[in-house]
């Protein structure tokens, strides 16, 4: 962590700390949260922000018939619920059973299509996510004094 002098942007608020991982820049929100700091006058923000996309797999047409069909089973149980509604007795299990499993056929059948339809230029599952080079804590102006007394008092283990 390195604490920086109070230079007050155009929004008020002031960078307190700077930290290269988010978890760092949580911990010390945490802390002013502990010491009974109104964290709704502070904020973090990413700087250096990219795009970065892991790479969970291989895709096949086997692989994204299975995804579409666990897909089309979860609609499949949302329209269920909503029969739920309008249905009595013993007869809600067969629409719950029947519209899960219509979902999931026409999901397997829509996601072995699609990935049929990208002709191979997309063989592979990915997550996407943002990250930041460097995370800043802010406080709002008025409040970086007490900000800064807070954090100066040693933590309790």
């Keep these: 962590m390195t604490t920086t002098q109070p230079t007050a942007p155009a929004s008020g608020m002031v960078t307190i ?15 002013l949260s502990d010491e009974r700091f109104p964290v709704e006058n502070v904020r973090i923000v990413g700087n250096g922000i990219r795009s970065v996309e892991d790479v969970t797999g291989r895709l ?5 018939a299975l995804y ?12 269920a619920l ?4 309008f249905t009595i007795g013993p007869a809600w299990w067969g629409v719950l059973v029947t519209t899960v499993l219509i979902g999931a056929v026409f999901g397997a059948v829509a996601g ?10 997309r063989d592979f599952s990915s997550v996407t996510g943002l990250q930041a080079a460097e995370y800043e804590v802010q406080v709002d ?9 807070l954090l100066s008092r040693p933590t309790a283990a």
């Design 82 to 85: 909503l029969f739920a509604i």
């Design 17 to 31: 700390a700077r930290f290269d991982s988010y978890a760092g820049a949580q911990h010390l929100v945490d802390r």
């Design 68 to 79: 579409g069909a666990g897909m089309g089973a979860w609609w499949g149980l949302f329209v």
């Design 112 to 121: 072995f299509l699609g990935h049929l339809a990208t002709g191979g230029r």
């Design 60 to 64: 096949t047409k086997g692989r994204a």
């Design 141 to 149: 102006a008025g409040r970086y004094e007490e900000a800064v007394r």
